[in-house]
């Protein structure tokens, strides 16, 4: 299966990689207020992160049923999302204030923003 973000809808587009037709919508909020940009797996794919845009939240997606679990405050307007290689540590780009947000995946809560310039728009981890 594979995850489409629909930043002007507000929702996710699910689709059947093998017969390449889409099999289910996923609501994260009311179109304008949210728009989904990036959407990335944890490393054991049982969980999606989906980054909120102008909701300034990222959303979490449980694979196994394609139900939104939660959501949590990041930022404004998280683009760019990317997870440490353990999964235990997520980062969101922020393109108007200018971050990066470090977020804690076990208590979702953001432990430092860094300022890194104009418009951050993607991020990238890497093992050091």
């Keep these: 299966k594979a995850y489409v973000t629909r930043e002007n809808d507000g929702v996710i587009s699910l689709l059947d990689t093998v017969r390449h037709q889409p099999i289910q919508t996923i609501e994260l909020g009311p179109a304008g207020e949210i728009k989904p940009m990036k959407v990335i797996l944890s490393p054991d794919a049982t969980k ?3 980054s909120g845009g102008r909701g300034k939240r990222v959303f979490v997606i449980d694979t196994s049923n394609n ?13 760019g999302l990317a997870l440490s290689p353990d999964g235990k540590t997520l980062y969101t780009a922020n393109g108007p204030s200018n971050d ?6 076990k208590s979702q809560t953001v432990i430092k923003k ?15």
């Design 48 to 50: 999606a992160y989906v």
């Design 67 to 79: 139900e939104v679990t939660g959501s949590f405050e990041v930022g404004e307007r998280p683009w």
């Design 100 to 105: 990066v947000s470090v977020v804690d995946l």
């Design 114 to 128: 860094i300022k890194v310039g104009n418009s951050p728009w993607g991020v990238l981890t890497l093992t050091p």
